[in-house]
DNA sequence: GTAGGTGCAAACCCTTTGCAGAGAG
DNA sequence: CTCTCTGCAAAGGGTTTGCACCTAC
């Protein structure tokens, strides 16, 4: 029932169970190139089971990050957003105005990383870096109506 | 009534008023080195002023945000946290682990808020930037639990 | 007197929890 | 057969909203 045969017997070994549920909401995230809200999550999953409840996704949400399967974020969104764990590392640029979440890649934040290890002894998640701002589109908007916020 | 009469000035030809309730929720921030909760606000407040509602501050925060007055961000505690808005820039370095919070100034940031203007046309909140990541404490006691995350 | 603000309570939203029953091993 | 996981429904916690009243101006 699995295609991930290694993943299962690890499970096995520590008592746990491979369940139809859990091997959709893993299914779901894999299948998704960006991040996924738990509602995001539900809704994709019953696309094929439909009758998934989402006690038993947050509880998989939380079951696989102890693992190190899936990462969870909270972008500040007002909800928690998860996604798959991957190698090639990368980062987000989150505009605060139109809350558009820009993917980049490691390069640009690798000397800072270094940085507050160094300086702080800080282990910055550089797999998961989370930068608010204002992007592009949102700067040249803002500066029009700018002048007087209170209104 | 007031220790800001250019402030109150300018909102009331904005159509604002001055209530003593937005008074004392910008004091208990003016008061305060760091973060407060909304629920800490309150709690200051109501050391001199007993009867204030939580909606009252919820409001006037976003009323001071859109002036620009307070910040807000979602740390990823559960909760916004608020502070005033300084100009001395410093950044946080979170831990996901104890959730201990560490202020460092600008300085170890500036070069990368030029790069990722420059490479994404990215402006980066460079007055309150949020780094997560494990400190230097829960690093080692990391090291020693780890190794069997599933369990 | 006239909006803008306040207080109160209820609604909201996402997430968590308790418990009885289902199903993986 | 056992023990983990599920489904359901209800509770939780921080935040928001609707509405009548109050008060800054």
Redesign the interface.
């Known amino acids: 029932m699995s295609r991930h045969p290694e993943l299962v017997a ?2 096995r070994e ?1 008592g ?1 169970r491979w369940t139809p549920q859990r091997e959709s909401v893993l299914a779901a995230l894999a299948e998704s190139a960006r991040h996924l809200t738990a509602e995001e999550i539900i809704a994709r999953v019953r696309v094929r089971y439909p009758y998934l409840n989402k006690s038993a996704v947050y509880r998989n949400l939380a079951f696989l990050t ?3 399967l899936v990462h969870q ?2 972008l ?1 969104h ?1 909800h928690i957003e998860y996604e798959l764990h991957q190698d090639p590392h990368h980062h987000h ?1 989150i ?2 105005h139109c809350h558009h979440v ?1 993917q ?1 890649d490691h390069a ?2 690798a ?2 990383g270094k ?2 290890e160094r ?8 797999d ?9 589109k949102c ?1 040249t908007r803002a500066a029009k109506t700018a002048k ?4």
């Open positions: 690890s499970l520590a746990h102890r693992l190190g974020t909270d500040g007002g640029l505009c605060r820009l980049i640009a934040l000397t800072l940085k507050l300086d702080f002894g800080f282990q910055a998640d550089l998961h870096f989370a930068i608010f701002g204002v992007c592009k700067q007087r916020a209170a209104r």
